[in-house]
T-cell receptor, first 113, second 115 residues
Framework: GNSVTQMEGPVTLSEEAFLTINCTYT??????LFWYVQYPGEGLQLLLK?????DKGSNKGFEATYRKETTSFHLEKGSVQVSDSAVYFC????????????FGQGTTLQVKP | GAGVSQSPRYKVAKRGQDVALRCDPI?????LFWYQQALGQGPEFLTY????????KSGLPSDRFFAERPEGSVSTLKIQRTQQEDSAVYLC?????????????FGPGTRLTVL
């Protein structure tokens, strides 16, 4: 079945450091891929998405490229801020008609000043 | 309202009690999803509605879990005879047409603790 694997956290970085959070997936067909973010005390929010191979999703300085050949959707940011501290979830939506999301286990990012 | 709302935000139940969790989706959203998020884990799909029709309930962990959306708007997730393993955050999400192409907007969740 479909699944998503994320790198384990927590990830601790200094402000302005480069961020990579790895995400790989297993899916049949042509899934859509997402990154969601959960800030402390808040609900899940969509950060970015990509719906087909080689698409790049971007938002708030974050980017991720849909790589079908490596079944990956790694999240990157060139210079993190303290306000980026949150839990990040990689997710996929398969080819079924229901649109349900399958999430990875989440990666906690802590950015120190 | 402006977003998806859920109530109660926190619920403590004694083992064996029944609980009901409410979700108010964004007005006009056709699709509604329930997810269960255990501590330190990602959300896991429970069930999906399109309007009032429950089209997918493959994620419900047992027959103690029941969901409904009788008028195609508000939804209720009911858990009968709660067990400690039911302790989790229950998330509701809604989206526009079909749910396949549109963003899912999540509510703040209901944190259920079963003692």
């Amino acid at each position: 079945g479909n699944s998503v694997t994320q790198m384990e956290g927590p990830v601790t970085l200094s402000e302005e450091a480069f961020l990579t959070i790895n995400c790989t997936y297993t899916a049949t067909g042509y899934p859509s891929l997402f990154w969601y973010v959960q800030y402390p005390g808040e609900g899940l929010q969509l950060l970015l998405k990509a719906t087909k191979a080689d698409d790049k999703g971007s938002n708030k300085g974050f980017e991720a490229t849909y790589r079908k050949e490596t079944t990956s959707f790694h999240l990157e940011k060139g210079s993190v801020q303290v306000s980026d501290s949150a839990v990040y979830f990689c997710a996929l939506r398969g080819s079924s008609n229901t649109g349900k999301l399958i999430f990875g286990q989440g990666t906690t990012l802590q950015v120190k000043p | 309202g402006a977003g998806v709302s859920q109530s109660p935000r926190y619920k403590v139940a004694k083992r064996g009690q029944d609980v009901a969790l409410r979700c108010d989706p964004i007005s006009g959203h056709v699709s509604l999803f329930w997810y269960q998020q255990a501590l330190g884990q990602g959300p896991e799909f429970l069930t999906y509605f399109q309007n009032e029709a429950q089209l997918d309930k493959s994620g419900l962990p047992s027959d103690r879990f029941f969901a409904e959306r009788p008028e195609g708007s508000v939804s209720t997730l009911k858990i009968q005879r709660t067990q400690q393993e039911d302790s989790a955050v229950y998330l509701c999400a809604s989206s526009g047409l079909g749910g396949r192409l549109n963003e899912q907007f999540f509510g703040p969740g209901t944190r259920l603790t079963v003692l």
